[in-house]
């Protein structure tokens, strides 16, 4: 086994990439309502304009916009009703100065009609429509094409789609679509103390946690999970199961069995099955320091072995996971012009982190970045964080919390009221 070789995050994300920038993304077709979570493989161009003919954006009545100008709350404009369009149909009449039309929202304007105002402004009385708003040419009115064009560009390779992509490509009518295919994930989580959550634990034992924790994270962040076992600390038997999971997977995460104990063996194994194997023994970070990183040339396989503690495991998972998919798009798309990339979806679908005031002091850790659980309350139009403490391995200190800070390495600590970064779970 090799000495240990203890990384920073950014060091350890930065080995990562450099080897799995090897990998090549295969790309499947996939109805479009099947596609949400997915990563976009083709730049879609629209069919058509959106909208594809003049409408109303609002409730109201189709006017000439010059014949409001004269209207005030107080002071009405008198126009005559001589149409109503109805949804789905074609505004086939004409207006004329001083007439008047109703449309519904999203309904088609009369062809010289040039505003609408809103039913909020405007009082009936038969036939007499009166006016008590002046309305600018242009308003309540979606123009042909405003919201995209035919022969433009709708949506950029390399895209993370969301239930808006979804709508946008619905209205330019696709109804198939271009995939990545996701990255496929094996996890093995070890421990002879370790029994299924439907078992009674006997005195001594505990329910398996990790198996179905990273399993979710990593359908949660769109991977495809291979299989999610659990394994006694037999060291035969892990190996011929990290050597059957390299072959399927392109990650193999292994859950315990990373520190320093006498059955931790994982270090071991993955520099005996891959070649050239372990290149991070450990991460100066706390929780998750146990944490073990390795590649296998042949099968270009990535290989984490993460710390047992089910806080540690996720932690670890989220800062060196969450996002790979996207962030090796990221990178193929800087050394390749076919691939486009979107400054606003190179990201996972969390949303982007939240700037708060911490809550009390709280001391960093020489030589390591923290990361630690907190609560964000809403105080005076601001977020306040408060840090969520807990003993290693409980797993209610993360479904207490609504996020995380980073303590960076070279900082002593946070002082109360500190601007700190909220990412959310």
Sequence with gaps: MKLLTVDTIEQAREKIMAHICSWTRKIKSLPLEKSNGCILAENI????????????????????ASDTSAATDSIPVFLKLTGSVSMGKEANFLISSGECAYVPTGGMLPQNATAVVMTEYCEAAGEIISVYEAAASGSGTAEAGEDFQKGKLLLKRGTFIRPQEIGAMSAAGIINV???????ISILSTGDELVPPEKDPAPGEVRDINTNLLKSLAEDYGYHVVSANVFPDDEAQLE???????QSSDIVLISGGSSQG?????????????KPGVFTHGLALRPGKPTILGWDEESKTLLAGLPGHPVSAMMVFKLLFESLQIELLYIKSINNPHIASSSTNLFSKKSFPIPARIN?????????SVCLPVILKLENNSYL??????KSGMISTLTRADGYIIIDINKEGLKKDELVMVHLF
């Design 45 to 64: 161009i629209s069919s058509c304009d959106i909208p594809s003919f003049r409408r109303s954006t609002v409730d109201g009545y189709a006017v000439i």
């Design 360 to 368: 009390s002091n709280i001391p960093g850790s020489p030589g390591k």
């Design 262 to 274: 006498e059955k931790d063996f994982t270090a071991m194994l993955i520099d005996r099955i891959a």
């Design 178 to 184: 271009n995939v990545y295919t996701p990255l496929a």
């Design 240 to 246: 011929t199961a990290i050597k059957e999971a390299i």
């Design 385 to 390: 964080a408060e840090p969520v403490f807990g």
